[in-house]
């Protein structure tokens, strides 16, 4: 016969047992779960395919958004030291990513960030009343305590300078999820970005799955102008890879001025 004590000890345990087979089973939810851009793995149901990926259905804070109505507003400016290379590349079947050796940051006022990634939209994902650019860069940094910073930048067929969209361009890999070495073609971040700086704040997710909240967005407004062929390899490799524009819900996006 249990004792009072033995009982609830025994429940205890048993309660742990459940919760831990929760949390494992949770975390792998998600693992192996195809989502894509089009039909039934799609956008509109990416929040009922897996269930940690719940926001992607009923967030309140999403990206994208149209930043067409943004505020204007007394916003710090952004300064980038970016001072290393993009290390290796890969094509992840979502995107094409260039993943980025330590040592370039990100200054927003007070906040500092580290340059982590950077990988690509065609069409963009932020609009401007209602109108995509061709594409759109996202440059990805963390803070120490974990906040994610995105840089968005708009990409738009024209004249371009540096050679560094010539290198992207020779190492955009069409075979997908194998991770090639780009080192040697020194991808020099800061060539990746618009002469002026302003840009339209907010906060919001991340564009896929599992569309986590917090993230803080950047975007800037004067597009950069990039080989009109690196759009089309873009395109063609990647395909269609933007998520719609999300509710704003209340929120205001701020333009510095
Ligand atoms: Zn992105």
Redesign the pocket.
């Known amino acids: 016969m249990f004792s009072d004590t033995g009982v609830t000890m025994g429940r205890r345990i048993w309660i742990g047992v459940v919760l831990w087979f929760w949390v494992v089973c949770l975390a792998q939810a998600s693992e192996g779960v195809h989502w894509s851009y089009v039909g039934e793995t799609g956008p509109e149901h990416w929040g009922s395919l897996a269930e940690p990926w719940a926001l992607c259905g009923d967030g309140t804070r999403q990206s994208p958004i149209d930043v067409g109505a943004a505020l204007p507003a007394r916003l710090p400016p952004l300064e980038f030291d970016y001072r290393s290379w993009a290390e290796t590349v890969v094509n992840n079947g979502h995107?094409i990513r260039f993943d980025v050796a330590p040592g370039s940051t990100l200054h927003a006022g007070v906040n500092r960030y580290r340059l982590v990634q950077f990988?690509f939209?065609t069409p963009s994902e932020h609009l401007r009343w209602g109108m995509p650019a061709p594409a759109e860069l996202?440059l990805v940094h963390r803070a120490d305590d974990g906040t994610l910073a995105v840089v968005a930048v708009w990409l738009v067929p024209g004249r371009w300078s540096g050679s560094t969209f010539s290198s992207l361009w020779g190492a955009l890999p069409t075979l997908e999820h194998q991770r090639y070495p780009v080192r040697a073609l020194r991808i020099d971040p800061e060539d990746l970005l618009p002469a002026r700086r302003d840009y339209v704040y907010y906060r919001g997710s991340l564009?896929t799955p599992p569309c986590t909240e917090g993230v803080e967005w950047f975007v800037l407004t004067e597009p950069v102008e990039v080989p009109p062929g690196l759009l089309h390899r873009l395109g063609r490799i990647m395909g269609a890879n933007a998520r719609p524009v999300q509710p704003l819900n209340g929120r205001t996006p701020l333009r510095s001025r």
Do not use: D
């Open positions: 995107t990988h939209h996202h564009t």
